[in-house]
DNA sequence: ACCTGAACACCGTTCAAGT
DNA sequence: ACCTGAACACCGTTCAAGT
């Protein structure tokens, strides 16, 4: 859970402190996604709501830790699969297990509707995933195995779709986002391809994703 | 706008604030989603906040009303397109009405990521656009231009998908849903055709989809 | 340094008082 | 019948007082 990212220590009791209100706020954020309250963290995690403000300005910011916690995961995994031999499988297990993440965390998933976060940590790993599916994407095609007139922007973002739009059958449905990983993955291959005809999105539009004015807590 | 839809009718003033409630409604709802405040359309319609609960006593009940609105425009086209000639054309434009809708109003995308409305009239309306959907795929697949293997169901959840990771970038790039839904409907082809290991969500994981237990508004 | 809870602002909802 | 705004509960955020 990261000893904290600043540059000097907290001290004892802080960093322990800080590691509950942590722990507290992924699980508890994970199961029910934004609408959690700050207090309800606090409690579980044993302090004052002060603290939680102490450490993090805002409530906002208190995500933005947790989602950059899972983020990091997802770019571990990306990054053994792209020693894989089969670049098919790489891509698409890249997708299961981001998929998978997003279906088992709610924040996670509210992250991906928001206009994203005013956080640069969480814009850094951002930038790893991206690159990530932009290189698995790459490889695919360099094999021949996925249509070229796809960018790995593209396939993440059609990911993200997959699992919010599931998201609300999750409880009934557990793993009904592989049905439409797979629909996806499906209009992907070569062989499926017919002309696009708005581009994809480019860097400047993208890079602005993370940037979002929206709030999304009370003022 | 409907002139209300219970059975005797309102008193004139009640029906003409009825009325400009529901306009200051659809737009706030449209540009800025859920999190508009109740007295700001109050005070957009020129009624006290008071006036707003005696007719929708509660704030999801009048999103409710401003969604069904919007969803019955939806029903209209579609059952203007069961009369194509083209099936291909027809669920693509069909498609194309409803991701244009979705694009051109938050309200409607974060109904669409929730777990619907307790609202008896909003699930008809949604039933009924289920259905169209529905007919519109069969006739696709029955002419043999769309996979076997899918619903209208599993098409409109994918809809729903590409306009909700299209929605945070609508500012930037607002057209940037054709890309996915054609990409999307590149999936959709028999030629595109591959195994699918999960099968469709059933009429019963579908039908309390419309029963969202999770409150979406302050208690 | 850090912790805490009372205090504040904001927003959904209720209701007593008015017409 | 219907309208209204003051009043209440809830939640994010601040801060004075404590260690």
Redesign the interface.
């Known amino acids: 859970m990261k000893p904290s990212t600043d540059a000097r220590p907290l001290r004892a009791d802080a960093e322990r402190n800080r590691t509950r209100l942590m722990e507290a706020a992924v699980a508890a954020f994970a199961e029910r996604g934004y609408e959690v309250t700050v207090a309800e963290i606090a409690r579980e995690a044993g302090v004052g709501k002060g603290t939680v403000f102490r450490r993090f300005p805002t409530k906002e910011h208190l995500i933005a830790a947790v989602v950059r916690h899972r983020l990091a995961q997802l770019v571990a995994v990306g990054e053994d699969l792209l020693g894989r031999d089969d670049p098919w499988h790489a891509l698409r297990e890249f997708l299961f297990a981001c998929a998978s993440s997003l279906s088992a965390d709610r924040c996670l998933v509210e992250f ?5 976060m005013p956080d640069e940590q969480v814009q850094a790993v951002q930038a790893q995933l991206r690159g990530l599916a932009g290189e698995l994407v790459g490889r695919a095609q360099r094999h021949g195995v996925l249509r070229g007139d ?1 960018t790995g922007d ?1 396939v993440l ?2 990911l ?10 999750s409880g ?2 557990p ?2 986002w ?3 990983v ?8 070569p ?4 002309p ?6 480019d860097e ?3 890079s ?2 993370g940037t ?1 004015s929206t709030a999304r807590c009370r003022a």
């Open positions: 991906a509707v928001s206009n994203g796809v593209d973002l059609l993200c779709g997959v699992n919010q739009a599931v998201a609300p059958l009934v449905v793993d009904l592989k049905r439409y797979d629909l996806v993955l499906d209009g992907l291959r062989t499926a391809a017919h696009l005809p708005v581009p994809p999105p400047d539009a993208l602005n994703w979002g």
